[in-house]
């Protein structure tokens, strides 16, 4: 099928014929293989693994974003930020984690305490696709 993979930060595949996509979302995590249904999901924070024709695995990490599944089989995941699992430096994660929950914890406003609960959410998610 083909597959596309996008983040303002780079293309990580584009219109790239793969077996299977696994993907997180705020509905649960599910796998997008050839001919599944049309769909439109919203990405949670975590791990994109793609599938390849030639039997490799890529795992992508996303701090959020969408992924449609189109009538013809085409698959698209647009990401708000990603990056190949591999590249992640898991003591970097935890610092990030860990300024995040210090904004958590002295945000004073309603806004400033919900874009600090979503910085959580995204580190949290970082820390885990790192081990």
């Known amino acids: 099928m083909a597959f596309t993979l996008a ?3 780079k293309v990580f595949y584009d219109s790239a014929n793969i ?10 995590a599910f796998g997008i293989l050839p001919k599944h249904v049309p769909t439109l999901a ?10 390849e024709n030639d039997g490799g695995l ?20 647009l990401a708000e930020e990603a990056h ?7 003591s970097a ?6 300024n995040a929950q210090n904004q958590l914890s002295s945000a004073s406003g309603d806004t400033d305490r919900a874009e600090a ?8 998610a970082l ?3 790192a081990e």
């Open 7 to 9: 983040a303002a930060n």
């Open 84 to 90: 190949p699992v591999e590249d992640l430096d898991s």
């Open 117 to 124: 609960a979503i910085a959580v959410e995204v580190a949290e």
């Open 42 to 51: 919203v990405l949670k924070p975590g791990v994109v693994t793609v599938y």
């Open 58 to 77: 890529k795992k992508i990490f996303v701090s959020s974003g969408t992924v449609t599944v189109n009538e013809d089989a085409s698959v698209q995941v």
């Open 93 to 98: 994660c935890r610092e990030i984690l860990s």
């Open 19 to 28: 077996r299977q996509v696994d993907v997180p979302s705020f509905s649960g």
């Open 127 to 129: 820390v885990k696709a």
